[in-house]
């Protein structure tokens, strides 16, 4: 026998005798009914991922049989195999504390099991980002399939879509103007199809931006879950799964400082989710590329917002869809962007763009650049002595009338705290304050969940106030809105500055200046410094003490510092 690298006969159990090991494999795979013929074909692996506690993926059986017969077809052996899944509603505290478990298992699946290539099927918010990690560290030829979007629900005539819109029925009737019968319809209305959230949340963020890094089949980004194109995706992403093999074309080629810019342009342009520089800080960090706020900035002075869609806009993405997706999207982009960057196809950007025949766009959805839906982009970084390392805020859905704003600071020093205390009649605040939530961070207890959307007191939701200043180190769904600065950068757990914040300080906010500043003295601070002690967890055991010895800040995508090359620690 002699020495093969491709099939099964990749990467060998080791007992010490190759040729034993590769005997042992064969009779063992063809216990699974599989004919000599059939393994001595290149393998391409399907890295699958639904669960029981992910609705997101339920559709996932019937999209695996077609990866299945785009492999089969252009010549390879498919063979699925189990990650853990994350449901963004089904996992406690956040399933950002699990994006980076499910990274490891990903990695060292695709990369200690005998495939060629993968296919990465995941979809809901954390799954995209997680593989895209493990892949990009795993260093084999890959490409991703998304589960796509939800379709729109009913109520009333009006439509409904996951979960932009759960949040402001909940917020009307936290305010009293929907009853208890009607909130109750709306709940059965918001999710009505398998699929990720029907508006531009997280899951539809990344989703497009793996479409932006070229690691996603070109105009595959939007299909809607239930849609027959969204099968004949998955088949296409089959065969170009096997036509990869034997390339150089393996994320961690495809991932570099250009193409991560050119994410950011499609981020800023779609008005996307502020989770996506989180993960997209993590993907570029596994090759050593830092995202620095500043650039950020930069970019968003010169990105326009083009996309029309919930949260920010009133589409859905099934509009999207049908307005020319991506393609319509990047090239209205075209100039802003680096178009020799590589993409999965073996195409660059340029050459994809070139032969992207131009269609029909409904430009009430995807705007042209001449005739942005805003000049600027959708998020913006800031900095001051509140966030020393940055904060971010999505101010294309916020109330631009709260941009230059100075405020009481009402301060919450937990969940449980905001928890008990932000419905209470008896607390004091007013619509021009500023709520301040503390310990919600990747080094608090909570693992950073997305509870930035702090709620509108009560007694304010009840007199009309639809939005005041949210600050916190805690993120917030893309699928929310309102005045929110979010992953305050050290964060309190850490011993970051926003643990100082006291009630009844003043908080200034400058969107203008890009400034988020604490107005108390320097002593002061160093006086409260010195009384309190950080709260980082502690655990004694298990993947939660690893998550406390290894977790990164946000400004370092909240990835586990081992994980990283050494170059980007």
């Known amino acids: ?196 959230c029907a508006v531009m949340g997280t899951a539809s963020t990344m989703a497009c931006i793996a479409e932006a890094l070229g690691l996603v089949l070109p105009g595959t980004a939007a299909i809607p879950a239930v849609h027959a194109d969204r099968l004949r995706a998955a088949e296409a992403t089959g065969a170009a799964a096997a036509r990869l093999i034997g390339s150089n074309r393996a994320p961690d080629q495809i991932v570099n400082a250009k193409s991560v810019e050119n994410a950011l342009r499609a981020l800023l342009a779609l008005g996307g989710s502020t989770n996506a520089v989180i993960h997209l800080a993590a993907i570029a960090g596994r090759v050593g590329v830092k995202v620095p706020l500043e650039q950020l900035n930069k970019l968003s002075d010169t990105t326009p917002v083009l996309v029309n869609l919930k949260p920010v806009g009133n589409g859905y993405m099934e509009d999207f869809f049908a307005s020319g997706g991506m393609g319509a999207l990047l090239r209205e982009l075209k100039p802003l962007l680096h178009l020799d960057c590589m993409t999965v196809t073996g195409e660059t950007l340029g050459e994809r763009l070139a032969s992207d025949a131009a269609c029909y766009v409904d430009r009430s959805i995807i705007a042209s650049r001449d005739k942005p839906f805003e000049p600027q982009g959708g998020l913006v970084a800031l900095f001051g002595n509140l966030a020393p390392k940055g904060a971010i805020l999505k101010r294309s859905a916020a109330d631009a009338k709260l941009f230059e704003h100075t405020g009481k600071a009402v301060v919450f020093s937990s969940l449980a705290d905001l928890a008990a205390r932000i419905d209470d009649p008896a607390l004091e605040v007013t619509p021009q304050d500023v709520l301040v939530l503390q310990n919600a961070g990747p080094h608090a207890s909570e693992c950073m969940p997305e509870a930035g959307y702090l709620p509108i007191p009560k007694k304010l939701a009840q007199r009309g106030v639809k939005d005041m200043i949210r600050v916190s180190d805690a993120r917030m769904s893309g699928t929310a809105f309102g005045t929110i600065v979010l992953h305050v950068t050290p964060d309190s757990a850490s011993g970051g500055p926003l643990g100082l ?48 010895q290894e977790i990164l800040g946000a400004d370092d995508g909240c990835d586990f510092a081992f994980l990283r090359p050494a170059t980007a620690r």
Request: glycine letters at 10%; proline letters at 5%.
């Open 1 to 196: 026998m002699t020495e093969r690298t491709h099939g099964l006969e990749h990467g060998l159990t080791n007992y010490g005798d190759r040729d034993f090991s590769l005997y042992l494999r064969r009779s063992f795979a063809q216990s699974m009914g599989y004919s000599r013929a059939m393994l001595s074909k290149p393998v391409v692996g399907i890295a699958y991922t639904p669960s029981g506690f992910n609705n997101c993926h339920r559709h996932f059986p019937e999209l695996l049989d077609a990866v299945k017969r785009g492999v089969f077809a252009a010549g390879a052996l498919p063979v699925a195999f189990p990650t853990i899944s994350l449901g963004e509603v089904f996992l406690s505290p956040t399933s950002l504390k699990y994006r980076n478990l499910m990274s490891i298992d990903t990695e060292e699946m695709i990369r200690a099991q005998p495939m060629d290539a993968v296919v990465l099927m995941g979809g809901c918010d954390k799954t995209v980002p997680a593989q895209l990690m493990g892949a990009v560290s795993a260093g084999r030829p890959a490409v991703m399939l998304v589960a796509g979007p939800m379709m729109t629900g009913r109520h009333r005539g009006e439509r409904l879509g996951a979960c932009t819109d759960c949040r402001r029925f909940w917020a009307r009737y936290r305010a009293g103007d929907v009853t208890e019968e009607e909130i109750s319809q709306v709940e059965g209305q918001l999710a009505v199809t398998a699929g990720t």
């Open 501 to 548: 914040a006291r009630s009844g300080d003043r908080i200034r906010l400058s969107v203008k200046e890009r400034r988020i500043d604490l107005l108390v003295d320097e002593v002061e601070l160093k006086a409260r410094a010195a009384a309190i002690k950080p709260t980082q967890m502690k655990p004694g055991r298990g993947y939660a003490k690893l998550y406390a």
